[in-house]
């Protein structure tokens, strides 16, 4: 065995066996919400622990290597999404004592509204779920000579694990460890992109100021599109929220995700100072493997496999924490109501661990389908399914309690999902979020302004 996979295995092994012993003794609720015992670095960790993966990493180093500085839109509209999640919406919904988003709005609404926004959750999460496969095959490929089916499995094999060792409970307690080394890991690796640019000796390939430099290098609808998508996302998600419902009180639910806002958009800076120095000495590589390529080659083996092993942990816990918001959807918003004996306890755990199986066979298929795709994309078109099914209707019953009524809720979330996914066969140049957020936007004035409630709130 080489040194290389010799300690990235070793950094692997170190935080899963973490997870397992921080996870000892926990229960259902432990499995799922943390036991509501969460501080503000364990909130801060399952929440950036699911926001930062794969395409805050692999997905940025990717596209700064093919367009430059637009790769940030990721890091920072995630950034400015936690903010707004920890200044507005984190103490109304801790308080709530909810365990999902479609319960939250189930309670504000009735279970229409709730059915709509389960839909738009776990639809979006589903494509955020490929994208961290995307990201773990792109890892491995960069050092591994296997196929696709082969890259894809050992990511699923992890994902499941990194899972079924212990849940959210185990994702808070490592979550903090994780950002630490991913900072660590990133910053050592853009340092060396400087060293290396600087003592540079052959001809720098051109980087043209557009789109290379420019925020909006792949258009102004494109960018803001992209900040619109992370900043509704981050408020539409189940794993984000969960860190908000996971929290010991409402201020420490604030707090954890004001500290996430502030952690956040550095990494993307980071991201970009690797892929364009790749692109700007002339590095030819897959782009997706931009990342994994640049520290195969850039360090001792040694060294390399330590960072490289703090990336892979970085994919997987993301993929796993994902995962395991989509499955609590799952079981609590669709299948509770419907088999109330998976209400509790031990039956709810392994109902979502059965979830869990589902969805990541189905993730590893889609990326098997879709390699070579630009894995940014998948995160954003993610982000604008949740946002435009759920945001809107989230707003409403956060900061306008009691005036919008369940059935304009309902269909404010299933116009602006409609309208998201119907958009693009338009041809019109709008970005299809924009037009989804709009629709819903419309339908949630009209109901508030116009509307009578049908029953009140409970």
């Not at 909130?43 to 990493?57: C, E, M, R």
């Not at 990194?162 to 490592?174: K, V, Y």
């Not at 850039?298 to 892979?312: E, Q």
């Not at 995160?379 to 946002?387: A, I, N």
Request: with cysteine; net charge positive.
């Amino acid at each position: 065995m080489s040194l290389f996979a010799a300690s990235s295995i070793f950094v692997t092994l170190v935080f899963i066996l973490v997870g397992i012993v921080s996870a000892r003794g926990s229960g259902a609720t432990d499995y799922s919400m943390a036991g509501r015992k969460s501080t503000v670095t364990g909130v801060s960790g399952i929440l950036l622990g699911s926001l930062v993966g794969g395409a805050s990493t692999v997905g940025t180093v990717q596209m700064a290597y093919q367009w430059g500085i637009s790769a940030w839109w990721f890091t920072l509209g995630g950034g400015i999404g936690c903010l707004v999640l920890g200044i507005w919406f984190a103490v109304p919904l801790r308080r709530s004592g909810m365990e999902t988003i479609p319960g939250f709005l189930s309670l504000s609404y009735g279970p229409k509204a709730g059915l709509v926004a389960v839909t738009a959750s776990a639809s979006g999460t589903f494509l955020s779920i490929v994208a961290q496969f995307l990201s773990g095959a792109g890892l491995l490929g960069g050092v591994v000579s296997a196929g696709p089916l082969v890259s894809f499995s050992l990511v699923a094999i992890l994902v499941v694990s990194f899972i079924f060792l212990g849940g959210l409970r185990s994702f808070s307690s490592i979550g903090a460890g994780k950002i630490i080394l991913l900072y660590f890991t990133l910053s050592i690796c853009a340092a060396k992109a400087v060293l290396l640019l600087v003592s540079f000796d052959g001809t720098p390939v051109s980087m043209p100021v557009q789109p290379f430099f420019s925020l909006f290098g792949q258009g102004i609808g494109n960018g803001l599109g992209s900040g619109a998508s992370l900043v509704t996302g981050v408020l539409c998600t189940q794993i984000y929220i969960q860190a908000v419902f996971s929290a010991s009180s409402p201020s420490t639910a604030r707090k954890g995700a004001i500290l996430s806002a502030i952690l956040m958009p550095p990494l993307g800076i980071l991201g970009m100072i690797i892929g364009m120095s790749m692109r700007r000495m002339g590095i030819v590589t897959e782009p997706a493997s931009a990342l994994s390529h640049f520290i195969a080659t850039g360090f001792h083996p040694l060294v390399g496999g330590v960072l490289w092993g703090g990336i892979l942990i970085t994919v997987i816990g993301t993929a796993a924490g994902l995962t395991l918001g989509v499955a609590v959807n799952i079981v609590s918003d669709i299948l509770a109501p419907r088999f109330p004996g998976l209400c509790g306890g031990n039956s709810s755990a392994t109902a979502t661990r059965c979830a869990v199986l589902a969805l990541i066979l189905a993730a590893g298929l889609a990326g098997i389908a879709g390699q070579g795709s630009m894995i940014l994309k998948w995160s954003y078109l993610s982000m604008g399914l949740r946002g435009s099914g759920i945001f809107f209707p989230l707003v409403a019953s956060v900061l306008f309690p009691g005036r919008l009524s369940p059935g304009m809720a309902a269909i404010s979330g299933g116009a602006g999902l409609l309208a998201t996914i119907m958009w693009p066969l338009s041809g019109l140049p709008l970005e299809p979020l924009f037009a989804g957020l709009s629709v819903s936007a419309a339908v949630v004035f009209l109901g508030i302004r116009y509307g009578r409630r049908e029953h009140p709130l409970p």
